[in-house]
């Protein structure tokens, strides 16, 4: 009786951790959904140029495009590359220091736009500008 109560246990215990992985493999093969990423990417300290840019970029894609944040066809992402945990992201756009990108995923492939020299030209000394032409280059990216 204790020989069939043990093995019934352990073949309960092999059933829990056999899990069908068919499904989860097919989902991480699927290219991910058509959408228009912006990163910001900082770094633990921030000038405040750096704080600019975050600022005006977020308030810009906050307020212009609600909706395409809540449907996920425009993502926004404040990335600290001082976090380990953000290491292939930072290493996917080589980055070493504030940065700002606009990525456009369609079918599984990117194309990525580098904002990081207009944006420190830009951000801090003409926000209605800059605001303007990440405006502009998001709508035209999500085309």
């Not at 043990?6 to 068919?22: D, E, I, R, Y």
């Not at 921030?46 to 906050?62: Q, S």
């Not at 600290?80 to 992201?89: G, H, L």
Request: charged share 25%.
């Amino acid at each position: 009786m204790k020989v069939i109560l043990l093995l019934t246990m352990c073949l309960s215990l092999f059933a829990c951790g056999n899990k069908n992985t068919k499904g989860s493999k097919a989902q991480e093969q699927q290219p991910p959904k058509d959408h228009v990423e912006v990163l910001y990417f900082h770094g633990k300290q921030r000038c405040i140029t750096c704080a600019a840019i975050e600022k005006n970029t977020k308030e810009t894609v906050e307020t212009l495009f609600a909706d395409e944040l809540k449907d996920g066809s425009l993502v926004f992402k404040s990335i600290d590359i001082s976090q380990s945990e953000n290491e292939e992201i930072i290493n996917k756009y080589e980055v070493t220091w504030s940065s700002l990108f606009i990525t456009k995923w369609k079918n599984g492939k990117d194309s990525t736009e580098n904002l990081t020299e207009y944006a420190f030209a830009k951000a801090l000394s003409a926000p209605d500008t800059f605001k303007a032409n990440v405006t502009q280059k998001i709508r035209q990216l999500l085309k």
